[in-house]
């Protein structure tokens, strides 16, 4: 059964204050693993997807990688606008393509 | 280019009563899923579908029904509400090797 946990479950930070979120994982044959914000009362917003071991993806002060049993969503420098909940999920590469998500971690960036 | 489009946005409905929360896309996508998100629990595989005619349970698939007659919507059904019902749904769809589009969510309250 797949499985995702992120942690830690909730993060509070200094603005300019960089950090890293966890996210590690189980899966029969990883296909991809997602990275999404959520705002509240929103609908989760795509950041980003990595495909294999080694991958590196950035976003303006986000910056995702992935190994073998873990990623990390790393934020440089955050601003009060990347307060959100942080949610990872994995794709199987068998079966079916849904989507399985970890808990998120609650990130607020304090001024 | 609406993207995903839930309704309705808001609900309460009575214990044993039953309705139908609506999906649609019009990006053309082969997947969509159904999610419930509950506090502290993350977004949990209610059902999915990989094409037209075809769906197939998630994790969490009692009490619901879903059909997909067509590429563009993808319908939840409640069968009989329960308040173990009560959460916020959201749908989602993706073209195959790509990140979901969430949708806004529909916030179910059964009373």
């Known amino acids: 059964e797949d499985q995702v946990t992120q942690s830690p479950e909730a993060l509070r930070l200094q603005e300019g204050e960089s950090s890293s979120l966890n996210c590690s994982y189980t899966?029969?044959?990883?296909?991809?693993l997602f990275w999404y914000r959520q705002d509240p009362g929103k609908g989760p917003e795509f950041l980003f997807t990595?495909?294999?071991a080694g991958e590196e993806k950035e976003k303006e002060r986000l910056k995702a990688t992935l190994t073998k049993k873990e990623s990390f969503l790393h934020i440089t420098a955050p601003k009060p606008e990347d307060s959100a909940t942080y949610l990872c999920?994995?794709?199987?590469?068998?079966?079916?393509?849904?989507?399985?998500f970890g808990s998120g971690t609650r990130l607020q960036v304090q001024p | 280019n609406a993207g995903v489009t839930q309704t309705p946005k808001f609900q309460v409905l009575k214990t044993g009563q039953s309705m139908t929360l609506q999906c649609a896309q019009d990006m053309n996508h082969e997947y969509m899923s159904w999610y419930r998100q509950d506090p502290g629990m993350g977004l949990r595989l209610i059902h999915y579908?990989?094409?037209?005619?075809?769906?197939d349970q998630g994790e969490v698939p009692n009490g619901y029904n879903v059909s997909r007659s067509t590429t563009e919507d993808f319908p939840l059904r409640l069968l009989s509400a329960a308040p173990s019902q009560t959460s916020v749904y959201f749908c989602?769809?993706?073209?195959?090797?790509?990140?979901?589009?969430f949708g806004s969510g529909t916030r179910l309250t059964v009373v």
């Open positions: 990595l495909y294999s």
């Open positions: 989602a769809s993706s073209r195959a090797d790509y990140g979901y589009t």
């Open positions: 899966v029969s044959g990883l296909r991809g």
């Open positions: 579908s990989v094409g037209a005619g075809i769906t």
């Open positions: 999920a994995v794709q199987a590469g068998t079966g079916r393509r849904a989507l399985t």
